[in-house]
């Protein structure tokens, strides 16, 4: 009896979540997802309610003099300005989080010594490729999908929530899932092509911080704590030669300030970026894109030149 | 039910298997013997589809390694050495999974029927890490007969097994083979348990197959040995002859 190919990768996949759910690996990323949401939440409206706060002071106290009022503070702030924190909580916790589920979907099986046994059954490289790329795409839309919710509620409950800013939360959703879903990949990549679990973690890592810190400085010249920021300042690349150059070789590798620009658009924000002629936010998707299809190739890549036989051979 | 012409695996210069033939028939329990290294499990990961060949070919059931390794797989049952499960599952989370993926859409009836053929109903909702190493060496045998293949590949199936694990897992390597009539190719190192299990043996040395004969015919043709293990060394003492068959 032939089974369609897609029922193995399903099966494989089932199998991971409830791996995952047993180990509660699924529980304590949900977790921290809905912990990372929530915290952003309360920054963004607490620093907003401060400052309305220390307005609505002022401006009763100009009232009494009979001064004129100032504007409004938030007038010319885009309603969605409440989620920027998220775009930084993204790059720097998010991946993390990507990286580890990647990670442990792709070395569960190795972990447990099934490898050979996984593969003398009629279960082919693509099944067990579609059954990894399946569980940490579903992970990650759920982890993401929870996220979601809750800001789309407290949106709801603070300002009404039009449909407009509903499109804008699941267009910054989306936008965070091609990024993430790259690193959970490379978690994958890296799992499967790694003789023991010490490469296996610290290499997707070491990605991570070039891509978050070093190649935002070379791009951008941007110093670390600069791309704690979820806007990008101002920096001055066109001043030297050299750091123009490396700027344009670097600057599209910088998936992380690529991300942090789309999504600030997303959301409305001012997008400041670099003094280069700015890129197109066309651009700044398909470069996100290639990154998720690139890291995507990786993993197959990885799958099929995994050697089954030794697939066991992991400590 | 398994022929190999000429099988041979090259890792760079170094030749792990070299150029063997050997037959299988349909109901041998067939104990392949050798020394550490000596290219057993070289030979076993080839015949179960897991790594290509460098060079000959073998059928299984019919269907060629290579070619047809998709058809070897829904014909085959293997339980590698040290056999290892998802240990945060249940034994039959365990059996459901490789049971679903050996094409059975509705195991339920088919890990009732191999769990009791192995007398293993009792710890089928206990982890698989909480068993102990014969309980798992069973729950990996099920998997591997659950979907009731032509032939079952044991690798070294008695290692870390106290007595009566090694005493209860020859009588169902047994039973498979007579109530089943599942072929079973067996590596071992236990040369006590391959004279009590199999009925055919080949030994393979640095690679080379350097001999191979029913056990029966064994027992005639070395009737001065007093066990299969003086056999053994009389045999493997002589690495690079020809097979003697």
């Given at each position: ?79 969605l300005?409440?989620m ?24 569960n ?12 059954k ?18 990650l839309?759920?982890?993401l ?29 989306a ?26 973690i610290?290499l ?112 | ?49 897991l ?15 290579v070619?047809?390794?998709?058809d ?48 293993a ?51 169902i390597i ?39 004969d ?16 003086k ?15």
């Open positions: 009896m032939v089974m369609p190919i897609i029922n193995q990768g399903i099966r494989l996949a089932n199998k991971d979540l409830k791996l995952l759910m047993k180990e509660n690996t699924f529980i304590i990323i949900l977790l921290i997802f809905l912990l990372m949401s929530l915290a952003s939440m309360y920054i963004s409206w607490s620093s907003q309610h401060m400052v309305l706060q220390v307005y609505g002071e002022a401006s009763k106290q100009l009232m009494e003099v009979g001064k004129p009022l100032p504007p409004y503070p938030f007038a010319s702030t885009p309603p300005s409440i920027k924190n998220m775009i930084i909580y993204i790059v720097l916790i998010g991946a993390l989080l990507a990286i580890t589920l990647g990670h442990f979907i792709a070395v099986d190795r972990r447990a010594g099934v490898i050979r046994i996984l593969f003398s009629s279960f082919s490289k693509e099944d067990f490729f579609i059954g990894k790329i399946l569980a940490s795409t579903e992970m839309f759920a982890a999908l929870s996220s979601m919710i809750i800001y789309a509620v407290s949106m709801a409950l603070i300002s009404g929530m039009p449909p407009s800013l509903f499109l804008g939360i699941i267009a910054f959703y936008v965070s899932f091609v990024y993430l879903a790259g690193f959970a990949y490379i978690g994958i990549f890296f799992g499967l092509n790694a003789d023991n679990s010490s490469k296996a610290l997707p890592l070491i990605l991570w911080i070039i891509i978050t810190f070093a190649l935002p400085e070379f791009g951008s010249a941007l110093y670390p704590t600069s791309s704690l920021n979820p806007v990008l300042p101002d920096t001055s690349v066109l001043d030297s030669p050299i750091l123009k150059a490396f700027h344009s070789i670097a600057y599209p590798l910088s998936i992380s300030e690529q991300y942090k620009e789309a999504t600030a658009t997303v959301l409305g924000l001012q997008t400041t970026g670099t003094n280069m002629p700015p890129y197109p936010q066309g651009s700044r998707m398909l470069i996100l894109f290639a990154w998720f299809f690139g890291t995507l190739g990786l993993s197959y890549h990885a799958v099929r030149n995994f050697d089954a036989a030794q697939g066991d051979d992991y400590e | 039910m398994i022929e190999i012409k000429n099988l041979t695996k090259k890792y760079g210069a170094f030749t792990a298997l070299d150029g063997i033939s050997l037959i299988v028939k349909k109901g041998d329990i067939f104990g392949f013997l050798g020394h550490n290294g000596a290219g057993k499990t070289t030979t076993t990961n080839m015949l179960t589809t790594l290509e060949p460098t060079g000959g070919s073998a059928t299984i059931a019919g269907f060629d390694i070619s047809q390794s998709m070897v797989r829904r014909n085959i049952g293997y339980v590698p050495e040290n056999v290892q499960l998802y240990d945060t599952l249940t034994a039959y989370e365990n059996l459901e999974f490789f049971a679903q993926l050996s094409g059975i859409s509705h195991p339920r009836d088919a890990i009732g029927e191999t769990l009791e053929f192995l007398q109903t009792s710890f089928a909702h206990k982890k698989i890490g909480e068993l102990s190493k014969g309980m798992r060496q069973r729950i990996g045998l099920a998997q591997a007969i659950i979907h009731k293949p032509a032939v079952l590949f044991l690798d070294e199936p008695s290692a870390g097994l106290d007595p009566t694990g090694i005493i209860q897992l020859r009588e047994i039973r498979l083979n007579k109530e089943e009539g599942t072929t079973i190719f067996m590596n071992s190192h236990l040369l006590v348990e391959v004279a009590k299990t199999c009925t055919a043996i080949g030994v393979l040395n640095h690679g080379k197959l350097v001999y191979t029913t056990l029966a015919n064994t027992l005639k043709r070395f009737k001065n040995e007093d066990s299969l293990e056999i053994y060394f009389s045999i493997n003492g002589d690495a690079d002859n020809k097979p003697r068959n």
